[in-house]
């Protein structure tokens, strides 16, 4: 039988445009269900000398956000503002939301590691929950339908920082450097992108069936 094509989606939990993405990148899991499998690649957005307080880059985010909800529609929500953002003590780092998703692909599969990366943004987003607060990661991990204490223990362990900064290392060698984005994985593993950026839904879903058909 032959392989299904992989597609494989540049996320990362603390992009906004990620966030805007949302609706686009369902309408594409929908559409090529049986088609096509998805993987998620993470290069680390947030890394080194960008993490910190979230409240020194609010006006940054607050422009930002704004641009995402003209472009796409989609809005963060209150909670968002409420308890992150207007506080702004929480420490923004990519690092533990990718590596709940790195492990949650390992556990699960690559479906379940899109599944949890896209609900740690959701959950930032959407709901004002920290990504990298262990009861965010269970719940996330739970309704992705992992046993989410099984992947709190790896997400806890003492190799698991390291693991996840090599596959950062690894990921942005292969070209994930922009958030988000679409390839198309070739043969020998190489990428070959579809999209770059909040593109609409039903025109992701043009460029992915002609990428397809090549």
Do not use: N
Not at 133 to 156: C, K
Request: proline content about 6%; some cysteine; hydrophobic content about 45%.
């Amino acid at each position: 039988m032959t392989a299904l094509p992989t597609l494989v989606v540049a996320h990362d939990p603390l992009c906004g445009w990620c966030w805007g993405f949302g609706p686009t990148l369902r309408r594409l899991r929908q559409r090529f269900a049986g088609e096509a499998r998805f993987r998620v690649a993470m290069g680390g957005l947030v890394t080194g000398s960008r993490e910190r307080m979230i409240g020194l880059d609010a006006p940054y985010l607050m422009r930002g956000l704004q641009e995402v909800r003209a472009r796409t529609g989609v809005k963060a929500g209150p909670a968002f503002f409420e308890r992150v953002l207007e506080p702004g003590r929480w420490v923004s780092r990519s690092e533990p939301a990718c590596r709940a998703a790195r492990i949650a692909r390992e556990i699960g599969g690559e479906e379940a590691g899109l599944d949890v990366a896209t609900g740690l943004c959701e959950a930032l987003y959407g709901e004002g929950r920290v990504p990298d607060d262990p009861r965010t990661v269970v719940r996330v991990a739970a309704a992705a339908g992992l046993d989410a204490e099984a992947l709190l223990a790896r997400w806890t362990a003492p190799e698991a920082f390291a693991e996840t900064m090599a596959m950062f290392d690894a990921e942005r060698k292969r070209g994930i450097v922009s958030y988000p984005a679409l390839f198309l994985e070739d043969a020998d593993g190489g990428l070959v992108e579809i999209l770059a950026g909040a593109v609409a839904p039903e025109e992701a879903v043009a460029m992915v069936e002609a990428a397809l058909a090549r």
